[in-house]
Each structure stands twice: as C-alpha cells, then as structure tokens.
C-alpha cells in the first residue's frame, strides 16, 4: 500500500468529501485532488486536508468521449497515476480510476424504448460513448453504485464481473431543510418531483391518472407536479386540456423549500423511466410521508410494499399498475403512521458520513 490516493473532484463529492478526507487524515492517507475550473476547490475546510491541487485546464464534460479522453490524458501528464493505490472518480470514468456511479448506464437509458428504430439511431448516434462504458468501466479497479438496480444495469450493459462492484446507498440531504407542520388536504393528494417531465415519469403519472379516473370514478384524487419548465411545455398543456385533466393536477415551479412540498402531500409517487436510487424519496420519507414507487426505482433496496412504503410493477401494464396501487394507498391510509415509521428505520442510517465511511472501508479494509 502506498497511503496515498488521488480525487477528481466532481458529482456528488461535495456531499461526503470532508468526511472521507477526515477518514484518510486519521489513518495518515495522502490526499491530492485533481479540481475543474468550475469547482469549488478553494473551500478551507477541504484544502486543509489536501497535499496538493492539481487545476485541470480541461473543461469538465462527461458525455463527450473524447473530452474524457483529453481529461485522462491530462491527468496522466500531471502525475504518475501508479503513485496512487486509489484515483477515485464520482461520475466519471477513466481507465485508472475507482468510480463511484449514481446513473444510469447510456447502454440501459437506450434499451428502454420500445421504438427499435429509434433505438437503433440512438446505438449509432452514441456509437463512441457505448464503446467507452463497455470498455473502460470494465478495467476500473473497484466500483461503487447507489443501489442493485444500478449494479444489475452495470453487470449487463458493461460485462463487468459482480465481485467487482459494490453497493453503498446514498445519504438524505434535506435533514438541514425548515421543518413543516403536515397539511390537511381535503382532497388526497399525490405528488411527484418531475423536474425532466418524460425521464421522471411525469406521462406516466398522468397516464396513470386517466386509468384511475375510469376505474375508481368514486375516489377523488389530485396530483402535484415540481415541473419548472411547464410554462414552456406547450403538448404538455394540450394533453392537460385534451384529457380534461385541469381539475386534477398543479403544476409548481423549482422551490427551495423541498420539505414545504412533501408536506403538503398525502403520499409521494415516483414514476421514473429509470432512477439509479431516487434521493427524493428517503427525503420524503424524512418528512413522515409515505412513498408509492416503482419496482425500476433503486431505492426498492430500502422499500417493502405494503411495510415500508408501496410498489407497483414497473415492467407491464404499467399504467393501470400505478393506477391500482395508487387506489390501494388510498384505501390503506389507517396504517400509514406506521408505515412510514417502518420507513424512517429504514433510513436512520443513510447519512453521507456513513456513506463515506463504507466507501473507505471498502477502499482500506486492509489497513
């Protein structure tokens, strides 16, 4: 072992990098960070943990191949990367580097569609980045994903060995956030962060709504959107009007305040294309409010349907699932006070001090 490991500083590091830097300072790692021109790297709380800052002129893309290339080529002209027992990496992957992924795969993201012909335009529009996944993740020393689902979609579309990969659950964010009183609502009211309306499940949703309206004509419900560029979503606004769905949905800008909106909800719903965890969700379960997902979402790690929170079938019939579950929610509202103390357990210890410390043992579990 050399004690000596390198950071590119990027994604979700801001989150847990003092706390993993304070885990390295004790066991006496060497830390040098390699930072983007847009990074915040000049923070005195993690430069006095740093031996040196490497500024890299190379401006910061991931989706561009050949700019990762122009990074990893930087990297390797500034220091000698065998110097290291560890490059970590969150969100970008180099041939040296540990990465720490919190997305999807471009390979899954593009197998979704059931379109097989625009999936082909897709496969040969993004020729270069599939290529790059397959054959660059594939040599990382280790990799950490956010959740199962992740390192299933990882062990598929990038032919890596599982034994390879490792699973630490993302800590909750909002814990900082005012604190609310949970509204009344006369009305039961789902609501949904669909900030990307198509990718965050936002159709799906109103899909889903439809069907709801036909099948349970008896249950009134009403559906609250984060959507902050529904002003500019002009088929949006016609589908709203075509369905006649004025009466049932509320569209709302970006907020600050992230707990005001769990709390003005009955139960939140995600619906995603894809979530590699899905942090709104152990946000809203921080704020006592039940969760209704997917079984594509990651977080499922954490949820049991009808214990912890609700699931509906991802993979058929999608719409009339959701619709289904979302009348079974309903119905089951006496045993939400203990279901989402069921889920606040299940979320205690998802802190990113923990998820710093995982990743370090994971890194130096033999010092």
């Given at each position: 072992?050399?004690?000596?490991?390198?950071?590119?500083?990027?994604?979700f590091?801001?989150?847990?990098?003092?706390?993993?830097?304070?885990?390295?300072?004790?066991?006496?790692?060497?830390?040098?960070l390699?930072?983007?021109?847009n990074?915040?790297?000049?923070?005195?709380?993690?430069?006095q943990?740093?031996?040196?800052?490497?500024?890299?002129?190379?401006?910061?893309?991931?989706?561009?191949?050949?700019?990762?290339?122009?990074?990893?080529?930087?990297?390797?002209?500034?220091?000698?990367?065998?110097?290291y027992d560890?490059?970590?990496?969150?969100?970008?992957?180099?041939?040296?580097?540990?990465?720490?992924?919190?997305?999807?795969t471009?390979?899954?993201?593009?197998?979704?569609?059931?379109?097989?012909?625009?999936?082909?335009?897709?496969?040969?529009g993004?020729?270069?980045r599939?290529?790059?996944?397959?054959?660059?993740?594939?040599?990382?020393?280790?990799?950490?994903?956010?959740?199962?689902?992740?390192?299933?979609?990882?062990?598929?579309?990038?032919?890596?060995?599982?034994?390879?990969?490792s699973?630490?659950?993302?800590?909750?964010?909002?814990?900082?956030?005012?604190?609310?009183?949970?509204?009344?609502?006369?009305?039961?009211?789902?609501?949904?962060?669909?900030c990307?309306?198509t990718?965050?499940?936002?159709?799906?949703?109103?899909?889903?709504?439809?069907?709801?309206?036909?099948?349970?004509?008896?249950?009134?419900?009403?559906?609250?959107?984060i959507?902050?560029?529904?002003n500019?979503?002009?088929?949006?606004?016609?589908?709203?009007?075509?369905?006649?769905?004025?009466?049932?949905?509320?569209?709302?800008?970006?907020?600050?305040?992230?707990?005001?909106?769990?709390?003005?909800?009955?139960?939140?719903?995600?619906?995603s294309?894809?979530?590699?965890?899905?942090?709104?969700?152990?946000?809203?379960?921080?704020?006592?409010?039940?969760?209704?997902?997917?079984?594509?979402?990651?977080?499922?790690?954490?949820?049991?349907?009808?214990?912890?929170?609700?699931?509906?079938?991802?993979?058929?019939?999608?719409?009339?699932?959701?619709?289904?579950?979302?009348?079974?929610?309903?119905?089951?509202?006496?045993?939400?006070?203990?279901?989402?103390?069921?889920?606040?357990?299940?979320?205690?210890?998802?802190?990113?001090?923990?998820?710093?410390?995982?990743?370090?043992?994971?890194?130096?579990?033999?010092?």
């Open positions: 072992m050399k004690n000596k490991i390198g950071i590119i500083f990027s994604g590091f801001p989150f847990y990098i003092v706390h993993f830097l304070e885990l390295c300072k004790k066991s006496n790692i060497i830390v040098d390699f930072v983007f021109e990074n915040a790297s000049e923070n005195e709380v993690i430069t943990y740093i031996n040196k800052i490497y500024k890299l002129k190379t401006k910061y893309n991931d989706k561009e191949v050949k700019i990762i290339q122009n990074i990893e080529n930087e990297i390797k002209n500034i220091v000698n990367t065998d110097d560890y490059i970590i990496s969150d969100v970008l992957g180099l041939s040296f580097t540990c990465n720490i992924f919190h997305y999807a471009l390979s899954h993201k593009i197998n979704l569609s059931d379109n097989i012909i625009y999936k082909t335009i897709l496969k040969i993004h020729f270069r599939l290529k790059h996944e397959h054959n660059y993740y594939r040599d990382c020393k280790k990799i950490f994903v956010v959740s199962n689902y992740l390192k299933n979609d990882y062990i598929k579309n990038c032919n890596i060995d599982s034994k390879k990969i699973v630490i659950h993302p800590g909750v964010s909002n814990s900082h956030l005012k604190a609310h009183t949970k509204t009344e609502n006369k009305i039961f009211t789902f609501g949904s962060v669909t990307g309306f990718n965050k499940g936002g159709y799906n949703i109103l899909e889903a709504l439809r069907k709801f309206i036909k099948t349970y004509p008896d249950k009134k419900i009403k559906i609250k959107f959507n902050p560029k529904y500019k979503q002009i088929l949006l606004k016609l589908y709203i009007k075509l369905y006649k769905l004025e009466q049932y949905v509320e569209f709302l800008p970006f907020t600050n305040d992230i707990n005001g909106f769990y709390n003005s909800l009955d139960t939140l719903i995600c619906a294309k894809y979530e590699a965890f899905g942090r709104v969700i152990t946000e809203a379960i921080t704020c006592n409010i039940p969760v209704l997902i997917g079984s594509n979402i990651g977080a499922c790690d954490i949820i049991k349907d009808n214990i912890s929170g609700f699931i509906f079938n991802a993979d058929k019939n999608i719409y009339q699932n959701i619709a289904d579950k979302m009348s079974e929610v309903i119905s089951k509202q006496d045993k939400f006070e203990e279901i989402t103390k069921k889920a606040k357990d299940s979320v205690q210890n998802l802190t990113w001090q923990n998820f710093a410390q995982q990743l370090f043992d994971n890194l130096f579990n033999t010092l």
